[in-house]
């Protein structure tokens, strides 16, 4: 598979140290996405694609092969999309998690219409990502 970032060179020095840096920030905040509503978890997973591959294209060789991001990055690399049953799946949990909040949430408005308000940022992300071609 080749992917746009292939073709560029590893970045060396200060430069590959930053960039390791950032790919790890981003990873933690998609990993945080796929958990917590209203915060999304592919522009996460693909700015580190983007940082690893430049600075350790053997960590991303590893992230592109793993079972749980390495579709989401795949599709996005060779279709420039999300598969509809990710998308699904992504609104899915985002509804989940957002009902439970506010289910178990205080009954104060302050708390339960900034969760609704993110889910709904975020399902709106989910929605308008583009869809692979074969969805």
């Known amino acids: 598979m080749n992917s746009p970032s292939s073709d560029r060179p590893t970045v060396t020095g200060w430069k ?20 917590l509503p209203g915060l999304p978890t592919t522009p996460f997973l693909l700015l580190t694609s983007f940082f690893l591959a430049r600075s350790s294209p053997r960590v991303n060789a590893a992230l592109l092969r ?3 991001f390495g579709p989401i990055l795949t599709d996005w690399q060779e279709h ?5 049953d990710v998308k699904i799946q992504a609104i899915v949990c985002v509804v989940f998690a957002v009902t439970a909040a506010v289910y178990f949430s205080p009954s104060s408005l302050t708390i339960r219409l900034p969760v609704i308000l993110l889910g709904s940022i975020g399902v709106a ?7 692979t071609p074969q969805s």
Do not use: Q
């Not at 992300?125 to 869809?131: D, E, G, T, Y």
């Open 16 to 35: 590959k140290a930053l960039f390791l840096v950032l790919a790890g920030l981003f990873f933690v905040l998609g990993v945080l996405g796929a958990i």
């Open 66 to 68: 793993s079972r749980f």
């Open 80 to 84: 420039r999309g999300v598969r509809k």
């Open 125 to 131: 992300v989910i929605v308008r990502l583009p869809s």
